[in-house]
């Protein structure tokens, strides 16, 4: 079953603006990964955020966790047309499995 | 590090053929190795969950007779679409883990068309 939902499910805006994606799943996790994919290639990892954790950084980018609410938050600051691709949030399967099940992806334009 | 190549990118084959799909671990060993399908403008749907040297576990509604998954080694993994049909052409991925390690590295998918 689909555990994570990305909203928006498209966003568009201008190169230097900020991008919020947010992602809601169902179940309880240990911990919940965001990938990238430019349109017809592969996922490339962004960063993964742990269920004892509530916040994390890496460059540009912000993963926030609220695992009470059961989502999560990917900022990307001072955008740049090179960002745009469609973000996924995944999610471990229930009982630390290494299988990952997958929203249904934010797409992301930003305009130069 | 931790590189997932596929091969081939981009395959067009006829209706009633098999097409095989290579996933492979550049610089790692990849004790599990995930296939995902996905359709345009849509997410990644998990076929199948494979461990080298043991036989492939399937997600409920894959076929396993149709979809044929072979992990020979800790850095190749095999794909085959066997008797392919027009509704078999997608976007095939695969992935790899380093042994108990989370993170899920991505090969750059194989699309598949089916004429």
């Known amino acids: 079953s689909q555990q994570g939902e990305e909203d928006p499910q498209a966003l568009s805006i201008q190169e230097g603006e900020n991008a919020t994606m947010n992602c809601s799943y169902k179940?309880?996790?240990?911990?919940l990964q965001w990938y990238r994919q430019n349109s017809g290639r592969g996922l490339v990892h962004l960063i993964l955020i742990r269920s004892n954790e509530r916040e994390k950084h890496s460059g540009r980018l912000r993963v926030t966790l609220d695992t009470s609410k059961k989502s999560s938050s990917l900022l990307i600051t001072a955008s740049r047309a090179a960002d745009t691709a469609s973000y996924f949030c995944a999610t471990d399967a229930q009982g630390g499995s290494e299988k990952l099940v997958f929203g249904k992806g934010t797409k992301l334009t930003v305009n130069p | 590090g931790a590189v997932v190549s596929q091969h081939p990118s981009r395959v067009i084959c006829k209706s009633g053929t098999s097409v095989k799909i290579e996933c492979r671990s550049l610089d790692f060993q990849a004790t599990t190795m995930f296939w995902y399908r996905q359709f345009p403008k849509k997410s990644l749907m998990l076929m199948a969950t494979?461990?080298?040297?043991?036989?492939?576990?399937?997600e409920q509604g894959v076929e396993k007779d149709k979809f044929l998954i072979n992990h020979a080694s800790l850095t190749l993994s095999t794909l085959t679409v066997t008797s392919a049909h027009p509704e078999d052409s997608s976007f095939y991925i695969c992935?790899?883990?380093?042994?108990?390690?989370?993170?899920?590295?991505f090969g750059p998918g194989t699309r598949l068309t089916v004429l």
């Open positions: 179940t309880s996790i240990n911990n």
């Open positions: 494979s461990n080298e040297g043991s036989k492939a576990t399937y």
């Open positions: 992935s790899a883990t380093v042994a108990a390690k989370d993170t899920q590295y």
